[in-house]
């Protein structure tokens, strides 16, 4: 299982179907017919050679089972708890294992075998420590799209690690493995994130109301999302 729960969960996402019915028999309408392209078929990546990726400020690497240990500390920090939706109140944010377990050892060492998905651990270039993870996952093949997420531990923040991190997974998803869309989504109460994303690219597409509660207090679910051709405009550096 992976290390995080609630919606932000790579393993954890609802889905909803809607049931219609019909109080009367159909019409049937003559409709013109559309000339629209069909979309391209995507060629299946090759999911077993994970990338790395190499920036000004940090370097993306695929994760081993010794990584763990980092990666356990970074996922009790408080900051990366609330604002991924790990926990729902204050009170758990000091109640959480600091060791890696056994189940996390086994979660980080196999990443590298992971199918329909990638994850990457962030380095930081002047220090050579892990401070963070970047992850595309949720592969849909029929419409070319995956899921972002990611999460920056304290020793990474502030330093410009996150923007470039994105921007290079980002690039690999669209440049690499042949991607149409990357979405993701990102609650109310975590501007400084919604910014790292504006600033990659990403555009609002809606928000769903009062998804989440953490202390007593409802928050909004944003979701964002950045197409082929606006990354092929702008390379994650939009105007």
Known sequence: M??????????ERDYFDAAQSLAAPPVELALPTLNR???????????????????????LRPFTQDDADVMAAILCDPDVLKLTGSVSSTAELTDQPRAA?????????????AEERVDLAVIDRSTGVIVGEVVLNEFEGDTRAMNFRTLIGPTGR?????????????GYGFDNLGLHRISLDVYAFNPRARRVYEKVGF?????????????????????MSILED????HRGNPA
């Open 203 to 223: 555009v609002t597409e809606g928000v769903k109301r009062d998804a989440f509660i953490f202390d007593g207090e409802y928050t909004d679910e944003v979701w």
């Open 2 to 11: 992976p290390p995080l729960r609630g919606r932000h969960d790579p393993a």
């Open 158 to 170: 502030g330093k410009g690690l996150g923007t470039e991190a994105a921007r290079l997974i980002i």
């Open 101 to 113: 377990t056994a189940a996390l050892r086994d979660w980080y060492g196999s990443r590298t075998a």
């Open 37 to 59: 392209a069909e979309p391209s078929l995507m060629p299946m990546p090759n999911w077993k050679s994970k990338p790395t990726l190499v920036g000004d400020r940090v370097i």
């Open 230 to 233: 606006e990354w092929t405009a």
